[in-house]
């Protein structure tokens, strides 16, 4: 069993950054093999994956993100960060951090809200 906590949300003006955390506790052997994500779901709107990375360190991107959003994790602590700059207030959502194993288990947080005010 995994549990991801995130934290680092909030509210920021257009043109700002955060850095949003997610860290991992339980099964250690799960956490250093599972891919891990975030994930944002604005009100009225499907939950959307703005950035991936796989337990070998490839990452991935959603368009809308490219340039501005760099994830990247550290295996000694067990977690894994999305920096956010040049912030926009169509990147408000609550964020959402995601891990899946290598059975296919799918674990998730409890979501921090970040809010752009423009």
């Known amino acids: 069993q995994v549990q991801l906590v995130e934290s680092g949300g909030g509210l920021v003006q257009a043109g700002g950054s955060l850095r949003l955390s997610c860290t991992a506790s339980?099964?250690?052997?799960?956490?250093?093999?599972?891919?891990m994500g975030w994930y944002r779901q604005a009100p009225g709107k499907q939950r959307e994956l703005v950035a991936s990375i796989t337990s070998g360190g490839s990452t991935n991107y959603a368009d809308s993100v490219k340039g501005r959003f760099t994830i990247f994790k550290t295996n000694a602590k067990n977690a894994v960060y999305l920096q956010m700059n040049s912030l926009k207030p169509d990147d408000t959502a609550v964020y959402y951090c995601?891990?899946?194993?290598?059975?296919?288990?799918?674990?998730w947080g409890q979501g921090t809200q970040v809010t752009v005010s423009s």
């Open positions: 995601g891990g899946t194993s290598v059975r296919g288990t799918n674990y």
């Open positions: 339980g099964n250690i052997f799960t956490i250093n093999t599972m891919g």
